[in-house]
């Protein structure tokens, strides 16, 4: 990839929340987290916190800038695709569609994202990789969870 300004089509691809930083004032004119979106949020709705209030930042006319040159150290969370992996990819990626509905993406666009992944998984089946086919199948289908999931629900939390 090479360096450019973040967009909201982009965005899937641009950022993730170990890799973002924000200016005090952008933060205080965006707000808060969505405490219905996140791993902490205790919903089905397990990311998306960071990527929808940098959609918020963005409308109200902050300028994020990707540059691939950036080097974060994170561990890899797909290394291993054991129940723990597949139950936070299915949380994260219910999280994503439900920040796409909340977005009102265009269809175009959901089925891009959704789409994705689909190819992923028919990729590793073709390769043998039977853990990542799974993982991504399910990617897939969970983004779509999250995309249909009531837009007017503001919560159903797990505990």
Do not use: C
Not at 5 to 21: A, D, G, K, M
Not at 125 to 154: C, I, M, T, V
Request: aromatic letters at 12%; hydrophobic letters at 40%.
């Amino acid at each position: 990839m090479v360096p450019h300004v973040i967009n909201r089509f982009n965005i899937w691809t641009s950022q993730t929340s170990y890799t973002t930083f924000y200016r005090v004032p952008t933060l205080k004119k965006a707000g808060r987290f969505n405490e219905d979106l996140g791993v902490g949020s205790g919903t089905v709705w397990g990311a998306g916190e960071e990527t929808e209030l940098l959609l918020r930042a963005l409308r109200d006319g902050a300028k994020g800038f990707y540059d691939p040159g950036l080097r974060i150290m994170h561990p890899e969370p797909l290394a291993i695709f054991d129940d723990v992996a597949m139950k936070r990819g299915r949380l994260y990626n219910r999280g994503f569609g439900r920040v796409m509905r909340m977005e009102a993406y265009p269809l175009w666009f959901i089925t891009y994202m959704a789409g994705r992944p689909l190819i992923g998984a028919m990729a590793a089946l073709a390769k043998g990789q039977l853990g990542q086919a799974r993982y991504r199948a399910s990617a897939f289908r969970e983004r779509l969870r999250g995309w249909a999931d009531d837009p007017n629900r503001q919560t159903h939390r797990n505990h």
